[in-house]
Each structure stands twice: as structure tokens, then as C-alpha cells.
Nanobody
Framework: QVHLVDTGGGLVQAGGSLRLSCAAS????????VGWFRQAPGKEREYVAA????????YYADSVKGRFTISRDNAKNTVYLQMNSLKFEDTAVYFC??????????????????WGQGTQVTVSS
């Protein structure tokens, strides 16, 4: 089992940057892929990015490609989402997720086993 705590959200101006962290407990964390999702009010939970167990493979939604970077430090049991050039449309609650043997790129929430509690990101215009 893995327990996830996602932090780092806050208020930032458009064009600014923010880094989210997903800290995991569990000795087998390094065997899990990790993804980030976000959910704005009235919207469905949206896939943002994912990273493989070793960190060697990453995937991004088209909406964030070139602006966001997902990375992981397995020694620290932490996955990061570096968000640059933030837009108002990025405003949402961001959730990290972990799972094993995620099919495809893990673009659907039901494909993941464990979730963080969510952290609010608000981008002002």
C-alpha cells in the first residue's frame, strides 16, 4: 500500500511558476508509476502528466506539454510537478495518484490505485 500527500499549491500570477510535491510512504514506492490529475469546479477530473517507475518515461496532456515537467526522486519517495508559464485555465485542485501496471498512459482516474488528498492551485489573470 502507498499513502500519498500532495502539497505545494497556492495562489500565483499568470505567467508564474509553482512546484507541486507528492510525498509517498511505503517501501515499494519505487515500483509504482505516478500521475497527476486536476479538477476544476464543474469539470471532470483531467489527466495532466505521468511518470514511469524509474522516471525514465514521462507523458503529458497536450494542454500542459512544454510548460509542465513531472519528475521523481525515489530516494526521497517524492514526485514533483513543476508548472511554468501558468495560465488561468490551470486553476484547479491537483491530485497525485499512484499505481502498478497502469495501462497505456493512465489517462483515466479509475486506472489508479492510490490518491493524494488534493492541493489547490489558483492562477490569477
Amino acid at each position: 500500500q502507498v499513502h500519498l500527500v500532495d502539497t505545494g499549491g497556492g495562489l500565483v500570477q499568470a505567467g508564474g511558476s509553482l512546484r507541486l510535491s507528492c510525498a509517498a510512504s511505503g517501501r515499494t514506492f519505487s515500483s509504482y508509476g505516478v500521475g497527476w490529475f486536476r479538477q476544476a469546479p464543474g469539470k471532470e477530473r483531467e489527466y495532466v502528466a505521468a511518470i514511469s517507475e524509474s522516471g525514465g518515461i514521462t507523458y503529458y496532456a497536450d494542454s500542459v506539454k512544454g510548460r509542465f515537467t513531472i519528475s521523481r526522486d525515489n530516494a526521497k519517495n517524492t514526485v514533483y510537478l513543476q508548472m511554468n508559464s501558468l495560465k488561468f485555465e490551470d486553476t484547479a485542485v491537483y491530485f497525485c495518484a499512484a499505481g502498478d501496471q497502469i495501462p497505456g498512459h493512465g489517462t483515466e482516474p479509475y486506472e489508479w490505485d492510490y490518491w493524494g488528498q488534493g492541493t489547490q492551485v489558483t492562477v490569477s489573470s
